[in-house]
């Protein structure tokens, strides 16, 4: 199962880190992906981790705001969002899958039950 938390509301250009907690599975081996749904809009890929650290942005609208990373310990993955926008307001998810990144999402495994970002003033 996966955990995703840290959603929130926060005003233009703040900040916000979300997290991704596995549990039943290690996720040292898994690649682990974001990806976001917009009221009205399909969901979509927005940043994914392979098992070797490597990362890659599903999203270009994200590039250089947000970051991904892991914590292999404490089977965790996080994703650091900064200069947030209102077009980022969305239910971000955690999914995973046993290769590489995709920005398929039938390529993905195991889903969390997503948490709210709002970025509104």
């Known amino acids: 199962q996966l955990q995703a938390s840290g959603g929130g509301l926060v005003q233009p250009g703040g900040s916000l880190r979300l997290s991704c907690v596995a549990s039943?599975?290690?996720?040292?081996?898994?690649?682990i992906a974001w990806f976001r749904q917009a009221p009205g809009k399909e969901r979509e890929g927005v940043l994914c981790?392979?098992?070797?650290?490597?990362?890659?942005y599903l999203s270009f609208f994200v590039t250089g705001r947000f970051t991904i990373s892991r914590d292999n310990a404490k089977n965790t993955v996080f994703l650091q969002m900064n200069s947030l926008k209102p077009e980022d307001t969305a239910v971000y998810y955690c999914?995973?899958?046993?290769?590489?990144?995709?920005?398929?999402?039938?390529?993905?495994?195991?889903w969390g039950q997503g948490t709210l970002v709002t970025v509104s003033s």
């Open positions: 999914a995973t899958r046993d290769t590489g990144c995709s920005a398929r999402i039938s390529d993905y495994d195991y």
């Open positions: 039943g599975l290690t996720l040292d081996y898994y690649a």
């Open positions: 981790i392979d098992s070797s650290w490597s990362f890659t």
